[in-house]
Every structure is written in structure tokens, then in C-alpha cells.
């Protein structure tokens, strides 16, 4: 795909059809990026990390595909990544050590003691336990499973971990030979560096190499069912579940259309996202409403990553006993959509989020498109038909006009009248998780009983071959990579217009924003009393929620989806660049519409300022059970993230305002308020609307190319709302005589929180204070975390330990380090704390800590949107000025900085915060850990 974006990407894909649930595709993808012919270095992946630009790198397993994409603005380090990626699924070694660290293997609980029990270790092993322990995932896995039993899909492409030990090196080799060849391969370009160039090189080093293949890996057709079905699974229960006699879910899925069939793949698309969609939606009316459950359950939706696509409506936090009642309504509502269709509003305000998001440029534009061809392009010919958007919207308008009952007829057809349909519920089970552990254990004493002490001495010796490699230094300097000098130290910032408009500040932002236009306020907040702190995070969640003025709640989802693309409210707390116990905290308001649409985007703004509906209470109400439903389930994925945010929480003021935002206090306050009477809280939301909802301590950023049109627009805005502009400071150098909030008697305190969840895996943080972001040390710190990520934390935590990954950040004050889906608990801490001893050492030289320098640029010079442009100075206060010079001193870091930094910050450091998420450890109480069991 040839464009003027000089953010260029590249992917190449494989159709993977596993027939078993061993994980084969998903171990296989992990196991190429372990070295390959050309470069036959332990983990080129990872160290390319490290010696690139990219904007983007990564691999993924999706139901029926693999593939690997990358992006990148500079055009050698493209051909460099091109290099790596191609030879490692073409040419890889394969080498049974990275199986066995990728896979699984069997191998001692102490390496060193051979007498210790073989268990069961790997990355994609604990890797899968991790996801699967979340119940929504792997309720969607089996729902997939059992809509398409008759091929692929009724397997796990990422597999089920009582199945990856069924899973030999061998089999492993032959998936490679049988799915990753040329004949079975599509490669997707995009960006503008000449087509020519990449055919060449694809060719000439790989294509020309290989023989035509015929290899049948095509996906059949599910063969159609002549009645429904039903089947019931189960889970554990949930402890952080807010009401435990909600506990269950439920969930209809029909088998749809060919994917490949882009005018009925979109005009379904429209069909399930006006059943769903919004507080409107007729399912959100007949399910949500009445309170059967606290949302649809993250596999409700319209899914076309498979060959045929699928709708499922789902619920979750349901009373097992109303499970024949709900089925009873969903039939019921579909009766009512076929005969009362849907609101003219709905549907175009559908196909205007569709033209809005196509003109809405995301900062990886291209790496999006990869993406979401890759499911279509997996089964047809011609890649290019999913491109012609105008054509098939074109065709959806023309049936529409043609025939009034077009929509409600796919409903009937594809809905009412499919046999293909299954429903499935899932009930816990007092005992689950004992019942899985004995299974597991199970497992791990039938692999060890058929062990002779020869074979028992083969397996240890391979472990200590694998400790042996994952010990040794090697030389990395095959692969290719970009140097330091590569970075230009001139930084081209972003012009910007100070202004005020009805006596508040704004900043204006010209950009090419193709006839999109950007809003964001920023409203202080340090004035609101304390006890209301807590619950902003609740107000900015339901502000645009919950109707205003003559509009309720349907009718604003309604007006908001017909005239921009959404109205956001969050929480933003961001500290002082030149001392840590100063920060913003504040209200951050944001909106993009059409330029046409202006106007209404304001009046919409203004309606919610001067008359928010807080007096509905139901409203409210379903509300929280939603947000805490979506916030208990984003735990699995981002469960790194709590850890980390509750370890910086007691060493400086924004890091604690952060946690008590968007930390685990926050979850544990929404769980809480998702079960009571919600009276008091309207209360304080009411309080702080009125403290919080006007012009006194407001500024505006605007991004447009339409200058005139959107400050006309924010003038108008300005003068409906109330307060007037009192001047003081934000803390981002807007006026030099006052200054933002400064907490001078914080005292930085250590802290040790263990969050107990139903996971069989732990998510572990340690965070250290440090400095603020215009210190001399900040930018070696900055480039400390990522050798030490690389380095060490990453062999340590990810290639020994067995989680799917571990690392350190610095920023925010803080020095803070994670491991994520770790079967480790508190021996990680170990880790980090020889961290700064191993950074002492003569373990690494000035070219490992330039590709560190490398890693960090990849975020600060990451491609930035016309829409976004000027934000950093706006939310941060950090000028152009200021970032060229941090850009400049990173380049500058030497290893003698990072000894410096390492024996100043991190060796015996008297203050630390250290947080644990997972399954109840014993003990820990006795060793000073406050521990939060729900």
C-alpha cells in the first residue's frame, strides 16, 4: 500500500491450522524468534528491541494465522528488521533448548537439587495458565471451540496448558514445514519506501530459495447445524467478584457469514452494533436495564477473525437461576427489532463513526490496516477488495433506500431463523481451582511415573545445557543494527499559539488534520476537598453518560455517536519537571468531530456542564456494575500495571494520587460502590460537578486545520459556561507569578501490598524514588531500565524464571520494576534487588548501552499525529526547548552514568514500595506485607 506516511510497515503471515490444542502455532511463533540461520543468536527478537527505531515490533497467533509485522520511520532499519524477521520464520533453528524454554519442558522445582520433583516449566506454559485463569477468556475459547467443532477452531491456537505437554519437538518442526513456507505465505507493505526494493529483496534471499509447494491449509466451511445446542461449563469463583451470588454467565452465539463477503460482512457489522451499541441498544434495553446482569461479557459482538464470522450476545454477573429467563428475553427482543426495526438516528449515527473513524488518523495507521486484513486476506485471493470501503458503504446505502426492512430482515435470517446457534453458560464451582491444581498435578506425576533414572538423567542434563546457554555471553554482532549517530539532535517542535478566549487560556495547534478538529480542556481540580478526591474517577466516567439537558441517556449516546467521535472525561496527575512534590491534578476533557459538525460537538459540551442528569439514580447504578465488571476483568492483562502503580504509591505525591485514581484502591472503592445504595454518591458527584464544571481554572488545547471554525466554536462554548478564568499557575510555565499545588510536607514512606486474586500467576513490582524529569540523572536512569530489562531482568525473569516477561521503567520519580504472568512470587524480588549490584559490574559495555539508548528513543521520537501535536507541552508543561535538551542528554549517556545512577538510586535503597498480585501467599503478614484478600 503506497502512501505519503513515512511511518512504513511490514508484516509477513502464515495461514495456521492447528488440529489439537498443544499450543503448536502460538510456541511455534515464540520458538522462530529464538535464533535463525543467518543470525543464530539466542532471542534476535529481543535484542532488536534494542537495536532499532521501530514504532512498532511484535508477533502474533490468531485463530487460523501468524504473523509477524513491524513499523518503522527510518528506511535502513526497516530493511534491517525485513532481514531478521524474514530468516526467522524461513530459516529458523529451531533448537530443541528453545523449545524446551518456549514450550515446556520437564525439569527439577530446584535445578540445583536433583533430588527436588520434576515439574512442569515454560514461557507459553505459564504464559496460557495466566490467560486462561481469567474466566471471561476462557469462556470465549471454549465458545469458539464449540461453534466451530468440526475444524480448527475447535481447538486453542495458543493452547490449553493440560495440552502443551502432549507437545514433542518433533511435531513442533513438522508444523514449521507443513505451515511456514513461501507457498503459504502473503506479505503486506505499506508506507513510502519503494515496492521495487522489498520484491527484491523478499526474492532474491528467500522466494528464489524455495520450490512451489501445494499445501492445503484451508479453513472448510462449519458444516450448518439443524438445531441448536447447548453446553455448560464451569469456573471458579470469583473473590474480587463484588456480588458472589452473581457469579454466572451466559451466552448465545450464531454462526454468520463468509468473511471474504465484504458487503455482508459490514452490513452485519452494522447490524450487531445497533443491537449492542450504547445505552439505546434494544439488548442493552432488555438485558442491562432490568439489572439480569452488570454487562455484556466481553464476548458479546460481531467477530470476523475466522473464516465464517459469528454474533454473540453475552452476559455476565448473572443469578444462575435467571439463566432460562434471559434466553427467553434475547429471543424476545429479537421478535421486537424484526418488527419495529431500528431508529433512522442509530444508523446513521453508525455510518458517521465509520466516516469519522476512517478520517481520524491513528499514529500507526498502517500497522492498524495490517491488522485488520489479516483475518480477511487469510481466506481470498484479493486483499485489495477490503480496501474498497466507499464501495461497500455505497452498496449498504443503496439496499437500504431500496428495501425500508433491509436490517431487519438480516436479523431474521441470520438471528431468529439460524439453527447454527449455540448457547453456552458457565457456573462456579466451589472446588475449581482444587480440581484444576489435582489435574495439573495429575498430569505432572503421570509424565514423571513412566521416568527411568536414565531418562531422568537425560532431562537434568538438558536442563543444565539450558541454564548453561541462557548463562552464557554471546556475541550478538551479527545481527544488524542502527548506531546512536543514526538519532538527529535536532528536534523540529510543534508551532503553537498562546491565546485566550473569553479570558482562558488556549493553545491552538494549526495542523493538517484532514477536516477533523481536536478539543481538550484541562480543568484543575487541586481545590476540591480531599474527601472527594477519590471519586473523581467515578464523575469523569459517567459525566458524559448519563444524558444532560432535554436529552436522556439513549437520546445523548445517540446525539454524541451522530456528531463526534465520542465525548471522554478521565483523571490526568502529572508532576512538576522540576520538583516532585509539586503536580497538576486535573479534569482532562477530549473530543474530535468533523469540522461540520463543530457546533453541535460544543452544544452537546455545554448541555453536559449546566444540566447533567445526576438525579438518575438506576442510571447511575448500572453504571458502576459496568465500570467495576470492565476494571475486574482488565485486571489479567494489566495486572503489571497495579502491581506497579501500588509499589510508587508512598514515594511521592503523584504517584499516590495516580494509585488512588487508577490503582487497586480504585478498584477495591468502585467494587464496593457497585453494590450499594448510590444516593450518597450522587451526592458527591453533584458536589463536585459544581465545584469542577466550569471556566475558573480551565484551559483549551485545540488541534484542527480549521482554526477559525474551532475557536469560534470554543468561544461559543466559553460563554455558555459559568466561572470566569482565575489566573494562576499550572505548573507548565503558563503564568510565572503563582504556582501549582505543592505538597512540602510529603514524606516518601515503604509499603508492601499483596492484592489477592483467583490467579494461578503473579504479577510482582518493586519501585524505588528517584528524580524529577529536568534532573542530570533522569536521562540515565531512563537508559539504565532498558539495559537492565534487556540484559538482565529479561534472562532472569522471562528465559529462567518462566514468566511471559519482566523489566523496569523509570519515569514519574520512580524507578519501578515488574514481572508479568509470573509463576514466581517472592523469589523475584531477588531479582530486582541484585539488579543494582549486576549494573555495578562489568556486564555490559558502551555498545549495549547505545542500544539502550536506541530502546528509548523509539518511544520519544514515537510519530505523532496532527491531532495530538502540542499535547506534551499542553498536558506537561515540558517545552520543545525542554524535551531537545532530555533528547540530547540521552544520547550523551555513558556507562560510567549508569554505574553512578545505579549506586546512588538502587543499592540498599532506604525507602521502597513492593506489590504483589495473585494467588493468597502464606506468610507474608508475619513479614510486614499488608495483604488485601477480597
Known amino acids: 500500500m503506497a502512501t505519503q506516511d513515512d511511518n512504513n510497515a511490514f508484516s509477513v503471515n502464515f495461514r495456521t491450522t492447528p488440529m489439537d490444542s498443544t499450543g503448536v502455532a502460538h510456541i511455534l511463533e515464540h520458538t522462530t524468534l529464538c535464533g535463525s540461520q543467518k543470525f543464530p543468536v539466542r532471542d534476535p527478537f529481543m535484542k532488536m528491541l534494542n537495536r532499532s527505531l521501530s514504532t512498532f515490533m511484535n508477533a502474533m497467533t490468531g485463530p487460523d494465522y501468524t504473523l509477524y509485522p513491524f513499523s518503522t520511520c527510518n528506511e535502513q532499519d526497516y530493511y534491517n528488521l525485513m532481514s531478521v524477521y524474514l530468516d526467522s520464520v524461513f530459516k529458523p533453528l529451531l533448537r530443541e533448548q528453545d523449545f524446551l524454554q518456549e514450550g515446556w519442558r520437564l525439569e527439577h522445582d530446584d535445578l540445583a537439587d536433583n533430588q527436588t520433583p520434576l515439574v512442569i516449566k515454560g514461557v507459553v506454559f505459564n504464559e496460557m495458565k495466566g490467560a486462561y485463569a481469567n474466566a471471561q477468556s476462557l469462556f470465549g475459547q471454549q465458545l469458539l471451540n464449540n461453534l466451530y467443532p468440526s475444524h480448527t477452531y475447535s481447538n486453542s491456537s495458543g493452547g490449553f496448558p493440560l495440552d502443551i505437554p502432549q507437545l514433542t519437538w518433533e511435531n513442533l518442526k513438522k508444523f514449521h514445514a507443513e505451515h511456514y513456507h513461501p507457498s503459504n505465505a502473503r506479505f503486506l507493505s505499506y508506507g513510502n519506501l519503494p515496492l521495487e526494493n522489498h520484491l527484491a529483496k523478499i526474492d532474491s534471499e528467500y522466494l528464489s530459495k524455495f520450490e512451489f509447494l501445494e499445501l492445503d491449509t484451508s479453513v472448510p466451511k462449519e458444516s450448518r447445524w439443524s438445531e441448536a445446542r447447548r453446553v455448560d461449563v464451569t469456573c471458579a469463583p470469583d473473590p474480587m467478584n463484588p456480588d458472589p451470588v452473581k457469579q454466572s454467565t451466559v451466552a448465545v452465539s450464531y454462526l454468520m457469514a463468509d468473511v471474504t463477503d465484504t458487503n455482508h460482512s459490514f452490513a452485519l457489522q452494522v447490524v450487531c452494533e445497533l443491537l449492542t451499541g450504547g445505552p439505546g441498544s434494544p439488548f442493552y434495553k432488555s438485558l442491562i436495564e432490568p439489572g439480569f446482569g452488570s454487562n455484556f461479557s466481553p464476548v458479546s459482538g460481531y467477530e470476523d477473525h475466522t473464516k465464517e464470522t459469528n454474533f454473540t450476545i453475552g452476559l455476565q454477573n448473572i443469578k444462575q437461576e435467571d439463566t432460562d429467563q434471559i434466553l427467553q428475553v434475547i429471543d424476545d427482543t429479537i421478535d421486537k427489532v424484526i418488527e419495529e426495526g431500528f431508529d433512522a438516528d442509530k444508523i446513521e449515527a453508525v455510518l458517521h463513526s465509520y466516516e469519522l473513524s476512517l478520517k481520524h488518523k491513528s499514529a500507526n495507521f498502517g500497522m492498524n490496516l495490517i491488522m485488520s486484513m489479516t483475518p480477511f486476506w487469510n481466506h481470498t485471493e484479493n486483499p485489495l477488495n477490503f480496501l474498497e470501503v466507499n464501495n461497500t458503504v455505497t452498496w449498504f446505502k443503496e439496499q437500504l433506500a431500496k428495501d425500508p426492512k433491509f436490517l431487519q430482515d438480516l436479523v431474521k435470517q441470520y438471528l431468529k431463523e439460524n439453527k447454527h446457534k449455540l448457547v453456552q453458560t458457565m457456573n462456579p464451582v466451589e472446588n475449581y481451582s482444587e480440581l484444576e491444581q489435582k489435574q495439573f498435578d495429575e498430569l505432572e506425576q503421570k509424565l514423571r511415573e513412566n521416568l527411568s533414572e536414565g531418562d531422568k538423567e537425560v532431562i537434568h542434563a538438558k536442563c543444565l545445557e539450558l541454564q548453561k546457554m541462557q548463562d552464557d555471553k554471546e556475541d550478538a554482532s551479527c545481527l544488524p543494527t542502527l548506531k546512536v549517530a543514526d538519532i538527529s539532535s535536532d528536534y523540529l517542535g510543534t508551532v503553537l499559539d498562546q491565546t485566550m478566549i473569553c479570558n482562558t487560556p488556549v493553545q491552538v495547534s494549526a495542523q493538517p488534520t484532514n477536516e477533523v478538529s481536536y478539543f481538550r480542556a484541562m480543568i484543575d481540580t487541586s481545590t476540591l476537598p480531599a474527601d472527594l478526591k477519590p471519586y473523581l474517577p467515578i464523575f469523569t466516567s459517567v459525566l458524559t453518560k448519563m444524558g444532560a439537558a432535554h436529552l436522556n441517556y439513549a437520546d445523548l449516546d445517540t446525539a454524541v455517536e451522530l456528531r463526534t467521535g465520542g465525548l471522554a472525561a478521565s483523571c490526568h496527575v502529572q508532576e512538576d519537571q522540576d520538583n516532585l512534590n509539586k503536580y497538576v491534578e486535573a479534569v482532562l476533557l477530549s473530543s474530535h468531530c468533523l469540522d461540520r459538525n463543530i457546533d453541535s460537538m460544543f452544544d452537546l459540551w455545554a448541555n ?189 525473569i522471562r528465559e529462567k524464571g518462566g514468566a511471559y516477561g519482566g523489566g523496569a521503567m523509570a519515569g514519574g520519580g520512580t524507578f519501578t520494576f515488574y514481572s508479568y504472568r509470573d509463576p514466581k512470587n517472592l523469589e523475584t524480588f531477588s531479582v530486582y534487588r541484585k539488579s543494582g549490584e549486576w549494573a555495578l559490574e562489568n556486564n555490559y559495555e558502551q555498545k549495549d548501552v547505545d542500544e539502550a539508548i536506541l530502546r528509548v528513543f523509539q518511544s520519544l521520537d514515537a510519530p505523532i499525529t496532527p491531532g495530538y501535536k502540542g499535547l506534551r507541552y499542553f498536558l506537561s508543561g515540558i517545552s520543545d526547548d525542554v524535551f531537545a535538551s532530555h533528547r540530547v542528554s540521552i544520547k550523551d549517556v555513558k556507562v560510567a552514568d549508569l554505574k553512578v545512577v545505579a549506586d546512588k538510586y538502587l543499592l540498599d535503597p532506604a525507602v521502597s514500595g513492593k506489590a504483589m498480585i495473585g494467588g493468597l501467599q502464606q506468610g507474608l503478614e508475619d513479614m510486614g506485607w499488608k495483604v488485601h484478600n477480597q
Open 608 to 796: 453536559i456542564f449546566s444540566d447533567a442528569h445526576w438525579q438518575d439514580n438506576n442510571r447511575l447504578s448500572q453504571l458502576l456494575k459496568m465500570s467495576a465488571t470492565n476494571t475486574l476483568n482488565g485486571i489479567a492483562s494489566s495486572g503489571h500495571r497495579y502491581a506497579m502503580a501500588s509499589a510508587a504509591s508512598t514515594l511521592n505525591p503523584a504517584s499516590g494520587l495516580s494509585e488512588t485514581f487508577s490503582g487497586m484502591s480504585h478498584v477495591q472503592l468502585l467494587s464496593k460502590l457497585s453494590q450499594g445504595d448510590v444516593s450518597d454518591l450522587v451526592k458527591k458527584l453533584k458536589m463536585i460537578a459544581t465545584l469542577v464544571l466550569n471556566k475558573n481554572r480551565m484551559k483549551c488545547a485545540l488541534n484542527t486545520s480549521n482554526t477559525d471554525g474551532l475557536m469560534k466554536g470554543t468561544e461559543g462554548f466559553l460563554n455558555k459556561i459559568g466561572g470566569e478564568y482565575q489566573n494562576f499557575s499550572w505548573g507548565v510555565k503558563f503564568d510565572t507569578e503563582f504556582s501549582s499545588k505543592t505538597d512540602d510536607q510529603f514524606k516518601p514512606s515503604s509499603n508492601q501490598q499483596h492484592y489477592v486474586t483467583p490467579f494461578p500467576i503473579n504479577y510482582t513490582s518493586l519501585s524505588i524514588p528517584t528524580v524529577n524529569y529536568t534532573h542530570p540523572d533522569y536521562a540515565p536512569l531512563r537508559v539504565l531500565a532498558a539495559v537492565l530489562s534487556s540484559k538482565f531482568l529479561h534472562p532472569e
